[in-house]
Nanobody, 122 residues
Framework: QVQLVESGGGLVQAGGSLRLSCAASGRTGGIGTMGWYRQAPGNQRELVATITSSGSTNYADSVKGRFTISRDNAKNTVYLQMNNLKPEDTAVYYC????????????????WGQGTQVTVSS
């Protein structure tokens, strides 16, 4: 089992910044790529950014140049620095962890955190 706990969400004005954190515990030795996803009301969950265990990153086009994902493998924590926030960034943000290899966790493909609300006012 892997537990993911997000923190750092809140209410911010447009143009402001927030930093999300996601701390992993449990079988953290099997964690490979970690990422952030978000879901706004009435929308499907969408990828925001991912980072591999070696530090390679990937971003959604909508957040490139504004958001930065990073991780501290020693602390089993992944971060999302969000700058120049826009009202359309309002969503519940979820942390995700995938295994180092497809069958490392058996049939379990990934783990999710409980989500943290980010609200950007105009």
């Amino acid at each position: 089992q892997v537990q993911l706990v997000e923190s750092g969400g809140g209410l911010v004005q447009a143009g402001g910044s927030l930093r999300l954190s996601c701390a992993a515990s449990g079988r953290t030795g099997g964690i490979g790529t970690m990422g952030w996803y978000r879901q706004a009301p009435g929308n499907q969950r969408e990828l925001v950014a991912t980072i591999t265990s070696s530090g390679s990153t990937n971003y959604a086009d909508s957040v490139k140049g504004r958001f930065t994902i990073s991780r501290d493998n020693a602390k089993n924590t992944v971060y999302l620095q969000m700058n120049n926030l826009k009202p359309e960034d309002t969503a519940v943000y979820y942390c995700n962890a995938k295994p180092v290899s497809p069958s490392y966790w058996g049939t379990r493909r990934d783990y999710w955190g409980q989500g943290t609300q980010v609200t950007v006012s105009s």
